[in-house]
């Protein structure tokens, strides 16, 4: 039923008003013959009479002032989404849905943000700080535009490009017995105890595979969800773990580096395929692939 009668809203709200089929078809701009067919399927198909007739002139009948009521709410809610999209896409004022890894909201993300905002001072963002895989799922659903994320995706239905990427390091609690190396291959962990995030982030694939690589399946105590909760689990002394550079130094942790395997993660920007850009989402996005190679500092 919505669909037969949403074409006929605007109509019906129109001859409400000036109460005039001819005067409403002008207004319009379409012609009487359309408009009084128009009227006439909407009343057949709601089942009521909407207008009173009264020659050339119409007036609401009770049923009619009630649909209005609706109709006119309706319809200034139409009205209201297509000013809030086209705000959206303004190239000057536009907003862009932007997801990025919990890890990069310390410095890295702040800091595209502000250097993007020097040429695109009005530009709006809509932040998401997530995991990669649900990041992916939002670029599906079309609740965000683009999202930095780790491992760099390869599916059918995304566009990713590399950016840049990361160093990992093997966080000690201080008083461990490996805190005083500089350098450390990770079989040398193999004994260890990991505290590590939980299955379905990139960074839990990454510690993972590396692990594999050294030739061992890291015992694991303790599962989070953030890279710096795990920084606090390894200063207490219940772990070691695989992480990206602090924003800022935590005491009671020392990070070596990994010197075998090559210890990264890959960071980059991905977004839907065939997904239609906004101008600001446009500008953003040639913004960050013109930042390849220098995305993060290390």
């Known amino acids: 039923m919505s669909k037969l009668l949403a074409p006929r809203l605007a109509y019906f709200a129109g001859v409400a008003r000036t109460e005039h089929v001819t005067r409403a078809a002008q207004e319009m701009n379409v012609p009487q013959s359309t408009l009084s067919r128009s009227m006439a399927r909407l009343e057949q198909d709601l089942g009521v009479d909407l207008f009173a007739r009264h020659g050339r002139t119409v007036s609401l009948t009770p049923a009619g002032r009630t649909f209005l009521a609706s109709v006119e ?8 989404a297509a000013e809030e999209v086209r705000a959206d896409a303004d190239p000057t004022t536009g907003k862009v849905a932007f997801g990025f890894l919990h890890t990069m909201g310390a410095e890295t993300v702040p800091g595209l943000l502000h250097a993007f905002r020097a040429d695109h001072p009005r ?3 809509s932040l998401v700080q997530n995991y990669g895989e649900a990041m992916l799922e939002r670029l599906r659903a079309g609740e ?3 999202c930095l994320t780790s491992p760099v995706p390869d599916a059918p239905d995304l566009v990713a490009r590399r950016l840049d990427e990361q160093k990992l390091r093997l966080v000690v609690p201080a008083d461990h017995s490996l805190a005083g190396r500089r350098r450390i291959r990770l079989a040398e962990a193999s004994d260890e105890t990991f505290v590590t995030l939980e299955p379905g982030y990139g960074l839990r694939r990454i510690t993972d595979d590396l692990c594999k690589e050294a030739g061992f399946k890291p015992r694991i105590a303790f599962e989070g969800e953030e890279a710096e909760t795990l920084r606090g689990l390894v200063a207490a002394g219940l772990g ?3 992480l990206p550079p602090p924003a800022v130094p935590r005491p009671g942790v020392v990070e070596l580096t990994v010197t075998a395997p090559r210890a ?4 980059g920007v991905a977004w839907l395929e065939g997904h239609p850009d906004t101008p600001p989402v446009a500008a953003f996005k040639r913004f960050l692939l013109s930042r390849k190679g220098r995305l993060l500092a290390d």
């Open 123 to 125: 530009v709006r963002f």
């Open 264 to 267: 990264v993660r890959e960071i």
């Open 144 to 146: 965000l535009d683009l």
């Open 73 to 80: 709410r309706a319809l200034a809610e139409i009205e209201r």
């Open 240 to 242: 070691v773990a695989l």
